[in-house]
């Protein structure tokens, strides 16, 4: 199946209420005041209590608690509200999803946008913009599973005979979930440097041409996959010495302690959203 026709099924997926489109146009908006955004969160009660239990979590939690919309749209800044209201508009359009276990899906997803963050912190990549890239990085593997769902166990099956993701949706579909999922974000008027992350977030070298932004996404989904399979400081030394992207990005053994420090943390941010 041609990568269009997958993309001409997008009016499968569930509908984003208006508010949150508004919300959406709003974060979009270069000039936009967070006292208008604010307002507009108000107008969303799920909405609301998710932006003030994330402000008030340990990932953003600045030690004295926020009670109102408007101190938590100044704590969490524009780039985390932007990607709390798409993580907002998915959760609730996507209640359920039947060839996956979503509850583990968006518990993934969150670590590997906190461990993106992590990673840019040690690094000249943006720490908002690398939350937000890891927060997105699978969007195209949301619409796999929800318009193609027929076509999904014929994937894992695959993986599970020995191909990578990558190979096995290519192979049964045409095309993989990094290209669908850039699709979508620039159809929700993400910047040029998100959409092309996460189009390249599987090969962040192509023709001499890198994106640091799909380095470090790949770079926390390897960490998310295999570090706690690491048993010692030394291994973690050594296994991330071996990473391309640590090299792309400049890393060195002192993202070990940042790492360790927000590992599994990605559960409870989920819990706080969905």
């Known amino acids: 199946m041609e990568q269009n026709e997958i993309l001409s099924h997008a009016h499968e997926l569930p509908k984003i209420p208006k508010v ?52 938590a749209v100044v704590r969490l800044g524009l780039e985390p509200l932007k990607t709390l209201i798409i993580a907002s508009s998915l959760v609730s359009a996507f ?12 518990q993934e997803t969150f670590e590997v946008a906190i ?5 840019a912190q040690s690094c000249s990549v943006n720490p908002n913009s690398a939350f937000t890239a890891g927060m ?20 894992f099956e695959k993986i599970e005979a020995g191909s990578n993701k990558v190979t096995a949706q290519r192979s049964t579909i045409g095309t993989d979930s990094a290209i669908l999922g850039a699709k979508l ?8 440097g998100l959409v092309f992350a996460i ?17 470090t996404v790949r770079l926390a989904n390897a960490i998310n996959r295999d570090w706690d399979n690491l048993p010692t400081l030394d291994a973690k030394s050594v296994w991330l010495s071996e990473q391309i ?28 959203v969905m």
């Open 20 to 71: 949150i489109r508004e919300m959406m146009e709003l974060v979009n908006d270069p000039e936009v005041e967070l006292q208008e955004l604010a307002r507009t969160i108000s107008m969303e009660q799920v909405v609301s209590a998710r932006v003030i239990r994330l402000a008030n979590s340990a990932h953003f939690s600045r030690g004295k608690s926020v009670s109102s919309v408007d101190q």
């Open 95 to 106: 209640p359920y999803v039947e060839v996956i276990d979503l509850e583990m899906f968006w």
């Open 115 to 119: 461990l993106s963050k992590a990673i």
């Open 136 to 155: 997105l990085h699978n969007i195209g593997d949301l619409m796999i599973y929800t318009v193609m769902a027929e076509q999904v166990p014929t994937i």
């Open 185 to 192: 974000a620039e159809s929700w008027s993400f910047s040029e």
């Open 199 to 215: 189009s390249e977030q599987y090969e962040p070298k192509i023709d001499n041409i890198y994106s640091p932004l799909a380095a």
């Open 245 to 272: 992207e640590a090299d792309i990005l400049f890393i060195n053994d002192s993202i070990i302690e940042n790492i360790d420090g927000v590992k599994g943390s990605g559960i409870e941010m989920a819990r706080l």
